[in-house]
């Protein structure tokens, strides 16, 4: 049975469109990373998933019903960008409140150790690290037991070994027949954390296949260059490019058309190196 199904499903937000015709199924039991550079249109799919945002044409299902109809169901379970979180509570306190909230929840020692709270229990919720305050979002998602989970870019304030505590335990949480649609700017958490990967890329799926499929197919080649003294800002409406990663003064873009991607970088700095030296006064 299909989880979740997007049938030509499109969002504009005034002249955005932010997704455009979007179809895709996805089979319940399946851990499904949406990858895409900032902009993709990730944030908007998962949020007219949850039923927060309504498409402009086109419908989704979840389990055949209405997202509304899923959410009310206790279905969908979400860690979105932000929310802050009740601050005079203590972490056992608040997750535990939440899963009161739910029909059938999980147990409260199970979501602690899934979200691996167990040492922070006793911790206020407004004194805790941006990865610990993470941590809890992930667990007030899970604490439901919904079917689905919607994970929007859930490491984005995690250290390195957060980063792999957190995906053990939704890998944990995943096993035995749950289904998993998280956001990533990353190759790398998308290959080793998800069965599937839906390269989007404007709104569009430019890619969708296995980790091994897509790192081997059309979305897998990279342009790496030095940024030198230009700003990192627009790489990602480069044509063909599906992903951005900045480091050290040094752009890496995954791109599906390495040609079209090429020249436009190439244009684009010599558009910035003549601009550079006019401001100098050299021309
Ligand atoms: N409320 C809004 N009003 C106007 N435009 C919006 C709004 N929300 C999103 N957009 C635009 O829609 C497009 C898709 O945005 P979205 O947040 O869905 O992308 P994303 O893939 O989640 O990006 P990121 O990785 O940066 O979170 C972008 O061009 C964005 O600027």
């Known amino acids: 049975m299909n989880a979740i199904e997007f049938d030509q499903v499109s969002k504009g937000y005034g002249d955005v469109l932010a997704v455009d015709d979007l ?21 908007t799919s998962i949020n007219m998933l949850l039923g927060l945002l ?10 055949g019903r209405t997202p509304d ?25 608040l997750v535990d409140l939440v899963r009161r909230l739910y029909p059938d929840p999980m147990g409260l020692d ?3 150790q899934l979200a691996d709270l167990t040492d922070l229990v006793k911790r206020r919720a ?27 870019e859930p490491t984005a304030a995690m250290d390195v070994e957060s980063r792999l505590r957190f995906w053990a335990g939704m890998r944990d949480y995943a096993a035995g027949g749950r289904t998993v649609l998280f956001a990533t700017h990353y190759l790398e958490e998308a290959d080793e954390n998800a069965d599937r990967v839906i390269v989007i890329a404007r709104g569009k799926v430019v890619a969708d296949g296995t980790p091994a499929q897509i790192k081997a197919g059309a979305g897998g080649h990279t342009v790496r260059f030095s940024l030198g003294a230009q700003p990192s800002a ?21 791109t599906s058309d390495t040609d079209a991607t090429i020249g ?8 910035e190196a003549v601009q550079r030296a006019r401001e100098q006064g050299w021309l």
């Open 23 to 43: 179809s895709l199924t996805i089979a319940q039991g399946t851990t499904v990373a949406l990858l895409g550079p900032n902009g993709a249109g990730k944030s």
């Open 54 to 63: 309504r498409p402009t044409s086109g419908t989704i299902g979840v389990f």
């Open 69 to 93: 109809a899923a959410v009310a169901a206790g279905d969908l379970g979400a860690m979105l960008q932000d929310g802050t979180l009740i601050p005079d509570l203590t972490v056992r306190e």
């Open 110 to 112: 199970a979501i602690l």
């Open 126 to 152: 407004d004194k805790l690290s941006g990865g610990q305050t993470q941590r809890v979002r992930f667990a007030l998602a899970i604490a439901g037991a919904p079917r689905i989970l919607l994970l929007d």
């Open 234 to 254: 627009g790489l990602d409406a480069l044509p063909g490019v599906t992903g951005v990663e900045i480091a050290y003064g040094t752009a890496t873009l995954r």
């Open 264 to 271: 436009k970088t190439h244009a684009r700095n010599r558009i």
